[in-house]
């Protein structure tokens, strides 16, 4: 006679007080830890996870995408939209200080002095003229190359690239790019050739070194005067999409391909390893909208904008911390361009909008978030589970809310079941939910997701699970 089969008592909790953010392989074979979806989440209070910054709006929105942004001194904010520049001052976007530009091609800023007054913000577009702010209005930079692009500096020289050529003004003198020191008549002009015929299209000054990218290739130009310059190939199969695609942090640059997001230290070729768990991201951009990428820095973080699926514009961006090796999803975003200046940060938008990150909300609206779970199942996941109390220590603020789901699927939205929600109060609290014994009976994997608005933090949750024997 067969016995009947024993069932298991409950087990102990199973407690989870580490979040390591957006993991997008393959989602029974990941750590706990990892979210397989996210939005609006940080990892400002890791190992607890949190609603991202907010922000503000600067001045009212243009009319037209955002072309550029630069900071004169690191402080006085410019941008470019529709052929026009503007100053950031008084609270408010001032009247155009340089009109009749070209009203499609991005812009590149850069500070530089030499022989020059003050400290001069300069920009290039490659089409319009090179263009110099002092502190009044916006002039030609006497000297410049025609078409003149992605515009830096580097060892006390301004450098540029005009298609498949890097050039350099003289030293401290921004505006002689012909001669190059006192009466040499040599100007600083390197060609970069490449079997493919690419042009350049990025241009990112390091430590000893000019970074020169093509679409598919990385070089490194070293040297300051003709006659002592080099330019040392790194990688034929890894390039930037852009010249916004090109960003350093901690020494470290990560740079934007249509294969992936790489970082590169030197001293070897770029590697994508690190971005593993958002490739499913990068994968899915969509190519028609490329060129409009970006990425940018804040001091401590990398963000990396992308148009997934059909978006004509970056809707998704995406958080690397670096210190903690964490991955998140920000969404509600269409940068163009991302910019750090001193402690500040900006994003220009491409519905017009130049905005400052900071504070609880989006410009006074609530930050709306979620949080979704690997499928979680017994030892074997061929046994059936049920989920009967749920455990959670947060912090959901008055005005914020909070609200839980199960699903017995692996993926997808459809069948998601409201299991309860959280009262928002003043301080830290410990919340319990019960499910009953209809939701999600005998299911062989079950999935949380955690969502709502406002500045919330998750610190622990925890779960008391039973689990049915094969049979």
């Not at 939209?81 to 800023?109: E, K, P, Q, V």
């Not at 500096?153 to 190059?180: C, D, K, M, Q, Y």
């Not at 190939?233 to 916004?244: D, H, L, Y």
Request: proline letters at 6%; aromatic letters at 12%; one cysteine or more.
């Amino acid at each position: 006679m067969r016995p009947w089969p024993r069932i298991q008592e409950i087990a102990p909790s199973h407690v989870m007080r580490e979040f390591r953010g957006v993991n997008r392989l393959d989602p029974f074979s990941i750590p706990d830890a990892f979210a397989t979806s996210m939005k609006n989440l940080t990892s400002d209070k890791f190992p607890a996870f949190t609603v991202r910054p907010g922000y503000s709006l600067l001045g009212s929105a243009f009319a037209n995408p955002i072309l550029g942004l630069g900071a004169w001194k690191n402080s006085e904010l410019h941008t470019v939209s529709n052929g026009s520049w503007h100053r950031y001052t008084g609270g408010s976007w001032g009247s155009s200080i340089a009109s009749g530009l070209n009203s499609t091609a991005n812009w590149s800023f850069t500070n530089f002095k030499g022989n020059l007054t003050d400290i001069n913000l300069i920009g290039a577009n490659g089409v319009d003229a090179v263009k110099n702010y002092g502190g009044a209005t916006v002039a030609n930079l006497t000297g410049a190359p025609a078409s003149a692009n992605y515009i830096a500096t580097f060892v006390n020289r301004l450098f540029a690239a005009v298609g498949n050529t890097i050039h350099a003004s003289e030293l401290n003198v921004p505006t002689n790019w012909t001669t190059t020191i006192d009466s040499d008549s040599d100007p600083y002009q390197v060609a970069i050739n490449t079997t493919d015929g690419e042009t350049v299209n990025a241009l990112k000054p390091g430590i000893g070194h000019v970074t020169i990218f093509k679409p598919n290739s990385m070089h490194e130009l070293f040297g300051g005067d003709p006659s002592n310059v080099r330019v040392e190939p790194i990688t034929f199969e890894v390039g930037a999409i852009n010249n916004q695609c090109v960003t350093t942090l901690n020494g470290i640059m990560y740079i934007l391909h249509p294969t992936g997001i790489y970082r590169y230290g030197g001293g070897t070729r770029p590697s994508r390893d690190f971005s593993r768990p958002v490739q499913d991201y990068i994968d899915r951009m969509n190519t028609t909208a490329r060129s409009k990428c970006c990425v940018g820095v804040n001091g401590q973080k990398l963000y990396v904008g992308i148009p997934v699926d059909s978006s004509i514009a970056p809707d998704t961006i995406l958080e690397y911390d670096p210190k903690f090796d964490i991955w998140c999803v920000w969404k509600d975003f269409t940068p163009l361009h991302i910019l750090q200046a001193g402690t500040n940060w900006y994003q220009g938008m491409n519905d017009g909008k130049v905005i400052q990150m900071g504070g609880t909300t989006d410009n006074g609206t609530a930050i709306t978030w979620e949080w979704i779970s690997k499928p979680f199942g017994a030892g074997s996941l061929n046994k059936p589970i049920r989920w009967f109390r749920n455990w959670f220590v947060v912090d959901v603020p008055t005005g914020s809310t909070f609200n839980a789901y199960v699903s017995p699927s692996p993926s997808g939205d459809s069948d998601w079941t409201s299991i309860g929600s959280i009262t928002a109060q003043t301080g830290y609290q410990s919340a319990r939910i019960i499910m009953n014994a209809a939701q999600l009976a005998n299911s062989n994997y079950i999935r949380l997701k955690m969502s709502g608005s406002g500045p919330v933090s998750v610190y622990e949750w925890d779960r008391d699970q039973r689990e049915f024997p094969l049979v």
